[in-house]
């Protein structure tokens, strides 16, 4: 069965990176057909889907997220990693990451989620 672990620094300066990792066991995140994804919810809000890595290394970003987004791996820690730029108050949130499925065709693309880190708290203040 797997499952995942976030880790972050918890407090991040505005205008700084926001670096953060998920380390999977029970699973091998270069295996066919794992999609794994980095998830938000800033206090009182919704989730916001923030990215993808897909097995074979390929990443899709949220459209809002892309210009400040990077999504990548380690497979010699069997680890998937997100950086989120010049972050802002706004970006205070707690940061999920979890196995699932990534689908596109014509008309769009669509995501599901079957398992999920516990998540981790990130806030940015000075």
């Known amino acids: 069965q797997v499952q995942l672990h976030e880790q972050g620094p918890g407090l991040v300066t505005p205008s700084q990176t926001l670096p953060l990792f998920c380390t999977v066991s029970?699973?091998?995140?270069?295996?066919?057909?794992?999609?794994w994804h980095w998830i938000r919810q800033p206090p009182g809000k919704g989730l916001e889907w923030m990215g993808v890595?897909?097995?074979?290394?390929?990443?899709y970003y949220s459209p809002s997220l892309k210009s400040r987004t990077s999504i990548a791996r380690a497979t010699s820690k069997n680890q998937f990693t997100l950086q989120l730029m010049s972050v802002t108050p706004e970006d205070t949130a707690v940061y999920y990451c979890?196995?699932?499925?990534?689908?596109?065709?014509?008309?769009?693309?669509?995501?599901?989620?079957?398992?999920w880190g516990q998540g981790t708290q990130v806030t940015v203040s000075s």
């Open positions: 979890a196995e699932g499925y990534y689908y596109c065709s014509s008309t769009g693309c669509s995501n599901s989620f079957d398992t």
């Open positions: 029970g699973g091998i995140i270069t295996s066919d057909y794992y999609y």
């Open positions: 890595i897909a097995f074979s290394g390929t990443t």
